[in-house]
């Protein structure tokens, strides 16, 4: 089972920056596609970006696109998600998650919704004060 712990979260102003790591264990991290999704206090759980196995393909929700860009570095088992011009909006529980499938009949997987992660981390709290 691999385990998956998120560090960087914080508080910070509104047009600020931060930065999110996500640390797994394991020998099969590079194998996955990796994401971030949030969760804002009555909110549900909302996908934030996802990162394929390889790097070389990144998505992003339209509320986050121009300003969050994820990155991973699989050398680390390690995977990132830069935050900048931070807004109150922003503000949630950020989780770290991998998909559910990492490879199956020449596709691999990416996670883009809930129901598509197998592992999530525990989470780290962002809030953006305006």
């Known amino acids: 089972q691999v385990q998956l712990v998120e560090s960087g979260g914080g508080l910070v102003q509104a047009g600020g920056s931060l930065r999110l790591s996500c640390a797994a264990s394991?020998?099969?991290?590079?194998?996955?596609?990796m994401a971030w999704f949030r969760q804002a206090p009555g909110k549900e759980r909302e996908f934030v970006s996802a990162?394929?196995?390889?790097?070389?393909?990144?998505y992003y929700d339209d509320s986050v696109k121009g300003r969050f860009t994820i990155s991973r570095d699989n050398a680390k088992n390690t995977v990132y998600l830069q935050m900048n011009s931070l807004k109150p909006e922003d503000t949630a529980v950020y989780s770290c998650?991998?998909?559910?499938?990492?490879?199956?009949?020449?596709?691999?997987?990416?996670?883009?919704?809930?129901?598509?992660?197998?592992?999530w981390g525990q989470g780290t709290q962002v809030t953006v004060s305006s």
């Open positions: 998650a991998r998909s559910k499938i990492a490879y199956y009949s020449g596709t691999y997987f990416c996670p883009l919704k809930v129901d598509e992660v197998g592992s």
């Open positions: 394991g020998r099969t991290f590079s194998t996955y596609g």
């Open positions: 990162i394929s196995w390889s790097g070389s393909n990144t």
